[in-house]
């Protein structure tokens, strides 16, 4: 067992934490759970922090619980939060909590066999059999309106004057009284979570000491921001989620390869369960060529490899050598449609009948007539620059303007014009 907290500490994932966690941790297995919010059947990188911590915790010889919000989704979380979500039916929470399963099993081990193994908890399995009444009258009474009003997500809410439904109020009640739930039934004595949720966390460790008279114990890790202080894990399309559906696994690679140098070397701590002495070589080696962004790409390929696998991540390592470095017609071709596409988005574009590429006698034919005008203005400027050497079709370079179009398509559809070192054109079959 390694010590948990100066795990986190030296990865800079250590927010907030009640006195006398360290000592309680040291005794031996601990269980502890952290929330996860199912508006979505997907996580997204923002999720991953939480995911992360999980992790070390179970590394350490503890037992993690994965608590997805079946009952607080249909509520939703006001904290911080500027007005009130949509709330969701039971249908689309029950989508949302398998997907969420199947992407945290990728990073938690839930076998059954290991003496800590991580469990998936669903609050609505516990909050569906409480009646209202029950509720306000078992739980209700144990925390003051006033302990509920200091908290600063909810004074946050009223000052901006945007008022709080009594849904919303009711939230880090429910949620407390999830801790008291496991804390009784799981023995699970530490809540984590983001530093948002601090005093959410509180409110069920000041429950658990009224209701049962025991002792339990929180603990927060930071919010990430980018350097430049903009919300991390959003991008221009949206966000950067962990399902290959929604975020292909090119986009997501490509996503922590732009992260800036600052970020990098916070990013590379808290994404990857690399070592310190590694993390710190690598840093070291950074700082010695920066233009080599060294610290990105092992970011990028830990994340990838962690989140989709190693075949993905070799296709997206493909994929960005296609256009920013050295690579053969063999691995254009092995990319898959929505790789390709994505690769190449913004690229000019020309769909051609099947009739009409087929009746092309050669590629200047191709070029110059066919599909005129996406590529080259004329025959004689295509022509010209095919002599030159400096066209190529799927990656093999032209070298005689009357050469027949013996190219196999690309997905059966596609043909990737280049001329000169950085204009690309897309030709599509239809």
């Known amino acids: 067992m390694n010590n948990f ?13 009640t006195p006398e966690i360290e000592e309680h941790l040291a005794k031996g297995m601990a269980t502890a759970y952290l929330g996860f919010d199912p508006t979505a059947d997907s996580l997204h990188i923002g999720h991953l922090v939480g995911v992360m911590v999980l992790l070390h915790f179970q590394r350490a010889g503890h037992k993690p619980l994965a608590l997805v ?16 979500r949509n709330l969701l039916d039971s249908e689309t929470l029950e989508r949302n909590i398998d997907g969420l399963k199947k992407q945290l099993s990728k990073f938690l081990d839930f076998n059954a066999q290991s003496e800590n193994n991580a469990e998936l908890v669903n609050n609505y399995d516990w909050m569906s059999k409480f009646s209202f009444l029950e509720f306000i009258r078992d739980i209700g009474k144990h925390i003051t309106v006033n302990y509920m009003m200091s908290k600063d997500s909810v004074k946050r809410r009223l000052e901006e004057g945007n008022g709080l439904s009594f849904t919303e109020f009711s939230y880090q009640l429910i949620q407390g009284y999830d801790f008291l739930h496991l804390y009784k039934e799981k023995n699970c004595t530490v809540q984590l979570g983001g530093s948002d949720q601090w005093g959410n966390i509180l409110t069920g460790t000041e429950l658990i000491r009224r209701v049962e008279g025991g002792s339990a114990h929180a603990m927060t890790v930071p919010l990430i921001t980018k350097a430049d202080g903009s919300k991390f894990g959003k991008t ?32 590379i701590r808290i994404f990857t369960t690399l070592d310190q002495e590694t993390i710190e070589r690598l840093e070291k080696e950074h700082q010695e060529a920066p233009h080599l962004r060294i610290l ?3 970011i990028a390929k830990a994340v990838t490899i962690m989140v989709h696998s190693e075949q993905d991540y070799e296709m997206a390592l493909k994929a960005s050598s296609i256009l920013f470095g050295k690579s053969s017609t063999e691995d254009l071709a092995s990319l898959d449609e929505r790789t390709f596409l994505q690769v190449f988005d913004g690229v000019p574009q020309q769909q051609l009948s099947k009739d009409d590429y087929q009746q092309s006698q050669n590629v200047l034919d191709l070029l110059g007539d066919k599909v005129q005008g996406l590529v080259f203005s004329s025959k004689g400027e295509a022509r010209k620059m095919i002599q030159g050497g400096g066209v190529s079709i799927n ?4 070298a005689d303007p009357n050469q027949g179009l013996a190219f196999t398509l690309l997905q059966d559809k596609y043909m990737l014009v280049q001329k000169g070192k950085k204009n690309y054109y897309i030709i599509e079959i239809v």
Do not use: C
């Open 296 to 298: 990105q790409k092992e």
């Open 5 to 17: 907290i100066e795990e986190l500490k030296w990865r800079g994932m250590l927010q907030d934490m």
């Open 236 to 267: 221009e399309g949206g966000s950067v989620w962990l399902d290959p559906e929604k975020t292909s696994p090119y986009a997501f690679y490509q996503f922590w390869l732009n992260v800036s140098d600052e970020d990098a070397s916070k990013y």
């Open 395 to 398: 990656k093999q370079k032209l």
């Open 69 to 84: 919000g079946g009952a607080t989704g249909m509520i939703g979380d006001p904290s911080f939060k500027s007005a009130e």
